[in-house]
């Protein structure tokens, strides 16, 4: 895939000043001149070329257009409006789609020169701004490509205007462990996360047989390189799916995995108790296939369901209190992807969500004395995030299609500024294509990790060492897996003995 290889010499190293011992900076600490974008294009989306069903419209209703009109008709997967547009000057723009929904959120893709970017959001019933920020162009022609996600919007222009420079305090992690009890094997490993952050991408791939399962063979017959972090999940734990007969591994592998010097993380697909499963109780986290009603659960309405959901929490604790007793610090990532709705624990909106995620905080913390949790919050909305006390790290779900393996600047920038009133850590918590380290050097995305998932994402399902190239090619694995900024299993440090920060004793 053709791709802008040059890097910005942007001296990420220089740019993270350490703060001092102990401190506490606030985003709003340190006031900024005001950034005055400029213009440089105004695009009128009637003028552009159409896909599919776009067309513009004869009969305008809408009010508050430029231009002679609009454009509607995003309906189907192809359909589409392509601008042409012409740069000036190598650098960084915001694409503003300045459009309306026709009901409620819309989402849909940004392609620029054949690539997927990022996604625009509108749910304003007036002409608004829908932006993808910091996208880099050469000087010269592009196409640039709004096309249909969920669709329904009327689109009226497209402006380009230059991107406001990062503020390099992105990079400057200053908030602490929101455990002051966590253990010293858990500071050790959050002192090194935060040394290398900015400067170095952890490597990692989620594998649910553990170091020796086919996603991690894979890599390591492809690139000769191990990833740095095991990705695991706490799912054949839970309750309702040990009653209907399955057990798990998970534990020991990265009991193991930790042993062999590597970094551990886990999410937790919660299958719902069996008393709320609909469909298939191997679907049981999936909100289409359960009943289960949070928001009356957390508002007191249902004490069963709530007396079952902390014994869920119980069994998990069990699997946790293994790993803090065998010394193993864990990147714990539960409750995600919360916004998406398709998960039971989403379901019900932010605050019955962010109630439960609190809870689970708490008593994992504060009853079971469990001090081996880094606690990565993967709500991706900010109107979801619980708040600063209860996160520590802030992770990112992105499965942008297939070889795509642009930065996602945007989504890194979103969710560094947008969530946490402190500096804390972005990482891609889970991925389906690898991103090219140079472009996110470029852009400033310097996710701390990426964690791609397994299966079809690294291996084809009919063939056991056969790698699947259908989000992610060989070439690029080998690209990742090589390149001077990407962290691998044998250049991890000994944990056992790596100093931990004067901020986190």
Known sequence: MKKEKEILSIGLAAMLGVCAAGCAISKTDTPKEPFVPETVGVYEAEDASFTGNVAAVTDLKLAGYSGTGYVEGFQDDSDACTFSVSIAEDGFYDLNFVSTSMGGDKYNYVVVDGEQLGTVWIAESSFSDSVLNRVYLTAGDHEIRLVKYWGWISLDRLEIVTSEPIDEAVYQVTAGLCNPNASDETKRLYSYLMDIYGKKFLSGQYCDTGQRGKEFQLIQSVTGKTPAV?????????????????????????????????????????????????????????????????????????????????????????????????????????????????????????EAYKKLYILLYERLTNEYGLDNLIWVWNGQDADWYPGDEYVDIIGEDIYPGERVYTSQAASYLNAANNYSTEYKMVYLSENGCLFDPDLAVRDGAMWGMWCTWGGEFVAKDSAFNTLSEQYTEEFMIKQVYEHEAVITLDELPDFSTYKIRKELK
């Open 230 to 350: 095991l990705g695991l999940d706490f799912i054949e734990y839970t309750p309702s799916r040990v009653e209907n007969g399955s057990n798990s591994m998970a534990t020991e592998f990265a009991i193991n995995f930790w042993e062999q010097g590597g970094i551990v993380t886990f999410c937790w697909h919660w299958n719902a108790p069996s008393k709320y499963l609909t469909g298939p109780w191997y679907s049981g986290f999936y909100n289409d296939y359960t009943n289960i009603d949070l928001a009356k659960i957390m508002n007191g309405q249902d004490q069963e369901g709530y007396d079952l959901l902390m014994a869920d929490i119980d069994a998990i604790a069990v699997q946790l209190q293994r790993l803090e007793d065998a010394g193993v610090p864990i990147l714990w990532r539960p409750l995600h992807e919360a916004s998406g709705g398709w998960f039971w624990w989403g379901a019900s909106g932010p």
